[in-house]
C-alpha cells in the first residue's frame, strides 16, 4: 500500500520529524559553538575592564593584556568583608542583579568582585556594576586611584537603549566625563549625573545625554548603590 503524501496524517507527520531533525542539529549546533561563545564573553569583558583603565585592545590581545596589568582580584560580602576562595572573574553580576530584582537572592547574599590593576607604577582599583536604564539592562567598570575616591576611567554599555539617545552612554563623550571626578564626600556616595543642560559639571558630577535622561539617571543610581556596598571595604583599606 503505499503513502498517501496528499493525506493531513502524512503532512503532520513530515512536520513532526523535520522539527524534531531541525531542532536536533540546532541543539548540536549551539553545543559546537558554545565554547567559543563562552571565550568571547571572557574577551569582551577583559577588554571592558582594560577599557577602565585606559588600555584599549582587540580580543586577540585582552588575555595577555588582562594578565599584564590585572595584579589582584578581591571579591567581597555585603558588609565589605572579603571572601576568601573566590575569584573575581567569576562572579557574574548581571546574573545576581537578575536574582536580585526577581527576589530570589538578597543583597546579603551577593558577592562584590574588584580588579586591582597596576599602570605605570600606580594601583588603580575597577568596579564592576549593572543597572537598569529605559528599555532594559546597563552595566559598566568605573576604575578609581589609589585614593580609592578620585575616578580614573569609566566602561559602560547596554542591551536594547535607544540608539542616538541612552545608548550614547557607552561612547567616550560621556564615559570621558567621569576621569578625575569623585565618587564619595563627607562618607557619602555623592556623584551625580545631570540632566543634560541641567547644571554643571562638577568635581562630583557630569553632564547626562541630550534625550536620554532615564539611562542617565540609570548610571547614576547604579553607581551610587554599588560603591554604597564597597565603601566599608574602602574605608577598612585606607584606614
Not at 30 to 45: H, I, R, S
Not at 104 to 112: I, Q
Not at 186 to 207: H, I, M, Q, R, W
Request: aromatic residues 12%; negative net charge.
Amino acid at each position: 500500500m503505499g503513502i498517501n503524501k496528499n493525506s493531513s496524517g502524512y503532512t503532520f507527520g513530515f512536520a513532526i520529524v523535520m522539527v524534531v531533525v531541525v531542532g536536533s542539529l540546532l541543539a548540536l549546533a549551539a553545543m559546537e559553538l558554545k565554547p567559543f561563545q563562552d571565550k568571547n564573553v571572557k574577551l569582551e569583558k577583559m577588554q571592558n575592564i582594560l577599557s577602565s583603565i585606559n588600555i584599549v585592545t582587540d580580543r586577540d590581545q585582552a588575555s595577555e593584556l588582562f594578565d599584564k596589568y590585572v595584579v589582584e582580584q578581591v571579591v567581597i560580602n555585603h558588609f565589605g568583608e572579603i571572601v576568601e576562595g573566590e575569584l573575581a572573574f567569576d562572579v557574574n553580576v548581571k546574573k545576581q542583579f537578575k536574582e536580585l530584582r526577581a527576589k530570589a537572592k538578597t543583597s546579603e547574599e551577593m558577592l562584590y568582585p574588584m580588579f586591582v590593576c597596576e599602570k605605570e607604577g600606580k594601583k588603580i582599583y575597577v568596579v564592576p556594576m549593572v543597572g537598569t536604564g529605559l528599555w532594559g539592562p546597563i552595566w559598566g567598570f568605573v576604575s578609581l586611584e589609589s585614593d580609592l575616591n578620585t575616578i580614573f576611567g569609566a566602561n559602560f554599555d547596554h542591551k536594547t537603549e535607544t540608539p542616538g539617545l541612552g545608548a550614547e552612554i557607552n561612547q567616550t563623550s560621556f564615559e570621558g566625563q567621569f576621569s578625575g571626578d569623585y565618587i564619595y564626600k563627607d562618607g557619602v556616595v555623592a556623584l551625580e549625573v545631570f540632566k543634560s543642560g541641567g547644571g554643571d559639571a562638577t568635581d562630583y558630577g557630569v553632564d547626562g545625554i541630550t534625550g536620554g535622561t532615564i539611562t542617565s539617571k540609570g548610571v547614576e543610581e547604579m553607581i551610587i548603590r554599588t560603591f554604597g556596598v564597597y565603601q566599608p571595604y574602602f574605608q577598612k583599606s585606607n584606614s
